[in-house]
């Protein structure tokens, strides 16, 4: 036998060992007591060195209860650690359990807080309002669109120049470039007559407010995807007279009573004669700022009288009938009325800004 070391003294060592590792508690004491029972300076490892000077047949003998040892201290130690997880776990577990009934409590003293629609449903469900009040009816079409819908039946047919100021999505649907994502809510004006002339029942008047998509890159004034109300009047007798006042009393009753509309000369296909129509200034009231680029207005919509050329794709009687329409977006709206600096904050579902409407 080594110096100092014999089996019973080993035997009793171990014995001790393995009941200070039983009782370790924290990670702490458990990584102290690893270190001191199998590290470089521990009895084992000088019991180990000692071999050296043992002969052949007793090293090996006790080289082989000392390496037995060893491993009976490593696994105690090793499923001590899992042991102790485990613990801390399942106290964990504990220490984060909810209570219902404190919850409960908690909710009647102080009711959670609720939310509420968003500013884009609220501006369009008040735009849908002044305009239910003026006598219109509201419809809604598909924003998945056949590219007859969107642009050929609108006096777009393929190839006109116009086409170019619709960023378009297409999607991989039918023949090439056949179906889209509606890049404007004109398209229902179209269904809105098509459907007046076969249930016969024209005068029409509607608005379709409704989602938009433009392949656009998004900044303070675009959205890649957006909302616009589209509307549309086809009766006996209508002129531009009737648009004009119109766009007036929608004006007045949405932004107030201290701004005004104007209309300006502009193009559109489905639309002879065409205008723009711009609002007061909702930053300066028409004082001039930087906002306006110092004209004292802000662009809203289009809007124009039917052109001829529409009635005819859906069959409607020229002679007989007329008709005007407008369309303009619902964010810009929301934008304007409320001065937001960037549309992108719409989006964004920050409530800290949500909040505020
Ligand atoms: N659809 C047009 C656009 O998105 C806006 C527009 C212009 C609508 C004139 C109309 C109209 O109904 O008459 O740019």
Partial sequence: MAPGLDESELAAYVEDALSRVASASGPAALGALRAELTGRRSTLAKWHRELGSLGPDERRTLGRLLNEAERAITEALGE??????????????????????????????????????????????????????????????????????????LNLPLGHPARGMHDTMYLDVGTSESVVLRTHTSPVQVRSMEAAVRDRSLPLHVVAPGRVYRRDTPDASHLVEFNQIEGLVVDEGITFADLAGTISAFTSAYFGDDI????????????????????????????????????????????GVI?????????????????????????????????????????DNDVRFLRQF
Avoid at 107 to 112: E, G, K
């Fill in 80 to 153: 001590r650690d899992a042991e102790r997880a485990r613990e801390a776990r399942a106290e964990r577990l504990v220490a984060d359990r909810l209570s219902l009934d404190e919850l409960v409590d908690r909710a009647v003293d102080t009711p959670l807080a609720r939310g509420h629609r968003h500013l884009v449903t609220k501006t369009r469900d008040e735009l849908e309002d002044v305009f239910v009040a003026m006598g219109y009816q509201v419809v809604e079409g598909p924003e998945v669109e056949t590219d007859w819908y969107n642009f050929e039946a």
């Fill in 260 to 303: 005004s509309a104007r209309l300006r000369p502009s193009y559109f296909p489905f639309t002879e004669p065409s205008a723009e129509f711009d609002i007061t200034c909702t930053i300066c009231r028409g004082a001039r700022c930087r906002t306006c680029s110092q004209t004292g207005w802000m662009e809203l919509g289009g809007c």
């Fill in 307 to 347: 052109d001829p050329a529409v009635f005819a794709a859906v069959g409607i009687d020229p002679a007989r009938w007329s008709g005007f329409a407008f369309g303009f977006g619902i964010d810009r709206c929301a934008f304007m009325r409320h001065q937001i600096a960037d549309l992108r904050a719409l989006v």
